[in-house]
């Protein structure tokens, strides 16, 4: 019993290693890599037919570990703009958490904000945002939570300075994706923009690939309005 034990939680240990690895390639768009680790985790919790079997279980570490493996599922999903089996993966993991009687944690957030932002309900999707960052287990989550909240403030007219000031501090402290970055870079373009000023058009932008920013550099050169030498 003690060794079955001690098994089941190096399992799971490492499972919520190769969780928090997997949500750090899908937050850098790496799709390749986060379904590489996604296979692995599947292979550790086991990969019956129905995942969803996992989810009712007494066992608490295998709830959790099996409920945040197909919020990757869904998020996936919705990468693939397959929005109605992302939202079934949703709808079943949240009855899970509501049968368990847990409260969201911040993958389950995090997925139910990014719903709602790409429905255009910032208001809703906000409130999942504000959520994700009271409860982020690590600073990634903490900074995709306050990334996201900032877009939807920026939409709703609502103030953002504070939250603006500790997503950059936060983002000094961490390894940025292409993806964090430009997150940064567009909307540090667009606040520069909105106050009458194009000098972002002349900022170097430190992305491999092609991201926000440079659509966004694009859409505002096209203007036209805009005659910047050497732009």
């Known amino acids: 019993m003690i060794h079955q034990l001690r098994m089941e939680n190096q399992i799971l240990h490492r499972a919520r290693d190769l969780l928090t690895r997997a949500w750090q390639f899908r937050y850098a768009q790496d799709i390749e ?12 919790l ?6 969803l079997a996992h989810q009712f279980s007494d066992q608490e570490g ?3 570990q099996s409920a945040e493996l197909l919020l990757l599922e869904c998020s996936i999903a919705r990468a693939d703009r397959d929005s109605i089996r992302a ?15 847990h409260r969201p944690n911040a993958p389950l957030y995090l997925q139910r904000g990014l719903t709602f932002l790409s429905q255009s309900d910032y208001s809703a999707a906000l409130e999942q945002f504000l959520g994700a960052r009271s409860c982020a287990r690590n600073p990634f989550e903490k900074f995709w939570a306050l990334g996201n909240s900032l877009t939807c ?3 709703l007219g609502l103030p953002y300075e504070h939250t603006w000031m500790e997503l950059q501090k936060l983002g000094r402290t961490l390894p940025l994706s292409d993806a964090a970055l430009s997150q940064i870079y567009a909307f540090e373009g667009r606040l520069s923009f909105n106050e009458g000023s194009l000098d972002f058009l002349k900022k170097e932008t430190e992305t491999k690939t092609i991201q926000q920013i440079h659509y966004f ?7 036209p309005f805009v005659t910047l030498k050497n732009s």
């Open 87 to 101: 939202a079934q993966i949703l709808n079943s993991v949240e009855n899970a958490f509501r049968h368990k009687g």
């Open 33 to 44: 890599q986060t379904l590489v680790l996604m296979a692995e985790i599947r292979h550790l």
């Open 46 to 51: 086991g990969n019956p037919s129905d995942l």
């Open 153 to 155: 403030m920026e939409y």
């Open 217 to 223: 550099k694009l859409w505002v050169r096209a203007l």
């Open 62 to 64: 295998w709830f959790e």
